[in-house]
């Protein structure tokens, strides 16, 4: 049994693409980096990718034997939830984001996986919902990665870019070129930091806040 054990990012050939046997998967099953497969052809595979890996429509992967293998987001169970005005489907949108829900952003529609409890609390808001059969393929987390939480082994990474971000925004570059001179400070008795958010600092920034 051949193993698929690489996502290939460079650009291929149309016509090598299109050669490629396929591999029809639903959402939940794109989610696993490590389980057994059916190719489209009969094929029986093993997948054993990275950890964290998210497979997406159209991802093109390696076998061992140096194969290619082409994924399809396999039509499912899905509620298409639409509205009205915009600040229905804002606030749908709201509170399905404050339930951690994966959701695939359209220009009109929110998608999601048919959830009976999360039907009635849309329509409860004033969304009209429809289910229907349909590939589905929620957003990535903002900074490059899936569905995670903050006791996932890769939240680190995405948490460590998204300060990065923030540091870049606002003129920061801690621990780089960001100088603390920590003999100017004066801290305040319940400041447990040194990042200068808090009363009763003097600092010595090599930058200025704008």
């Known amino acids: 049994m051949r193993t698929i054990d690489k996502r290939l990012n460079a650009k291929l050939a149309p016509v090598l693409i299109k050669r490629a046997p396929t591999l029809t998967l639903?959402?939940?099953?794109?989610?696993?980096?490590?389980?057994?497969?059916?190719?489209d052809s009969g094929e029986e595979v093993g997948v054993v990718l990275p950890r964290g890996t998210v497979l997406r429509d159209g991802d093109m992967l390696v076998a061992d034997d140096g194969g290619l293998v082409r994924v399809i987001a396999a039509p499912q169970s899905v509620l298409r939830v639409r509205a009205p005005e915009r600040?229905?489907?804002?606030?749908?949108?709201?509170?399905?984001?404050?339930?951690?829900?994966?959701?695939?952003?359209?220009?009109?529609?929110?998608?999601?996986?048919?959830?009976p409890v999360l039907e009635d609390m849309l329509k409860r808001l004033g969304a009209q919902v429809e289910r229907a059969e349909l590939p589905f393929q929620p957003e990535a987390g903002a900074y490059g990665g899936?569905?995670?939480?903050?006791h996932d082994e890769t939240f680190?990474?995405?948490?460590?870019?998204?300060?990065?971000?923030?540091?870049?925004?606002?003129?920061?570059?801690?621990?780089h070129a960001h100088r603390h001179d920590h003999g100017d400070?004066?801290?305040?008795a319940d400041c447990g930091h040194d990042h200068g958010h808090c009363d009763g600092h003097a600092h010595d920034h090599s930058h200025e806040h704008r």
């Open 185 to 188: 400070h004066a801290h305040g």
């Open 87 to 115: 600040l229905t489907l804002m606030r749908a949108a709201y509170h399905l984001g404050n339930r951690h829900t994966p959701v695939e952003v359209g220009i009109d529609e929110l998608k999601l996986e048919a959830d």
């Open 146 to 150: 899936g569905h995670r939480h903050g």
């Open 26 to 39: 639903a959402y939940d099953a794109r989610c696993k980096s490590r389980f057994a497969a059916t190719l």
């Open 156 to 175: 680190a990474e995405d948490y460590a870019l998204a300060q990065s971000v923030f540091d870049e925004h606002h003129g920061h570059a801690h621990g």
